[in-house]
């Protein structure tokens, strides 16, 4: 028997001016926080508010492929540093003069520094081999885990809680660490921690980087269009 939509349905009413404005604060100060984390660990009830707003995020098909690997032991959290150790000098490397000195005096301490990190990894079968609004795109699986991240990281902002997302691993290391099978794909490791100061802007445009580009700039109408041609 179908449900009464009157049952399943709720008003899709706009939210209060201070609930849309509390919306947009978390979006715009949300920070990559890569050393300024405070050592207190986080309470266990943070923490699954956190991950239950991980959970609620959308996920083609409703297949929620993610899965969260909590990781506090110290032993843990030190081999993945060497792992990013070594990937991250290699990464050095790859940049010239004084991007590469940039690139040095960026303090990526978060995985020592927070007192929590989570894995966040991507299940491709959890929904089966056929899922809806993945039959001509198989990346929506990752697309939705890291819409799964993204979730995770407002709700700590509003929570006071910084976030940092380490991307400089070799897979093989990470996997290896944490026992991951080879078809779970990873998606990210994210370090936890409290916060007292954040980056008014981005690190990266604070440090001369790179800016944030013009969204007028990045905004198309119909088609696409080339930076020359558009109005």
């Known amino acids: 028997m179908r449900p009464d939509p009157k049952d399943v349905l709720v008003h899709a009413q706009a939210f209060s001016?201070?609930?849309?404005?509390?919306?947009?604060?978390?979006?715009?100060?949300?920070?990559?926080?890569?050393?300024q984390f405070l050592p207190e660990p986080?309470?266990?009830?943070?923490?699954?508010?956190?991950?239950?707003?991980?959970?609620?995020?959308?996920?083609?098909?409703f297949m929620q492929p993610w899965n969260f690997i909590l990781?506090?032991?110290?032993?843990?959290?030190?081999?993945?540093?060497?792992?990013?150790?070594?990937?991250?000098?290699?990464?050095?490397?790859?940049?010239?003069?004084?991007r590469r000195d940039t690139y040095r005096s960026l303090k990526l301490e978060g995985i020592r520094k927070a007192p929590l990190s989570i894995c966040v990894t991507c299940d491709p079968d959890r929904a089966g081999s056929v899922v809806l609004g993945r039959t001509h795109?198989?990346?929506?699986?990752?697309?939705?885990?890291?819409?799964?991240?993204?979730?995770?990281?407002?709700?700590?902002?509003?929570?006071?809680?910084?976030?940092?997302?380490?991307?400089?691993?070799?897979?093989?290391?990470?996997?290896?660490?944490l026992r991951i099978p080879e078809r779970i794909e990873i998606v990210a490791w994210l370090c936890l921690g409290f916060v007292d100061e954040l980056y008014r802007e981005p690190e990266l445009a604070v440090k001369g980087?790179?800016?944030r580009l013009p969204l007028d700039e990045l905004v198309f109408h119909d088609r696409w269009q080339e930076a020359d041609a558009r109005l």
């Open 137 to 177: 795109n198989p990346k929506m699986d990752a697309f939705s885990t890291v819409c799964a991240v993204q979730n995770l990281w407002l709700a700590a902002r509003a929570e006071g809680v910084g976030v940092g997302w380490v991307s400089i691993f070799h897979d093989a290391d990470i996997r290896a660490l």
């Open 17 to 35: 001016a201070t609930e849309r404005e509390a919306v947009y604060r978390a979006i715009e100060t949300r920070r990559d926080v890569r050393d």
């Open 71 to 98: 990781v506090r032991d110290p032993d843990v959290r030190e081999a993945a540093w060497r792992a990013f150790s070594r990937a991250n000098e290699e990464a050095a490397l790859m940049f010239d003069g004084e």
């Open 209 to 211: 980087w790179r800016q």
């Open 42 to 61: 986080l309470p266990d009830d943070l923490i699954g508010r956190l991950l239950g707003a991980a959970h609620n995020a959308p996920s083609v098909g």
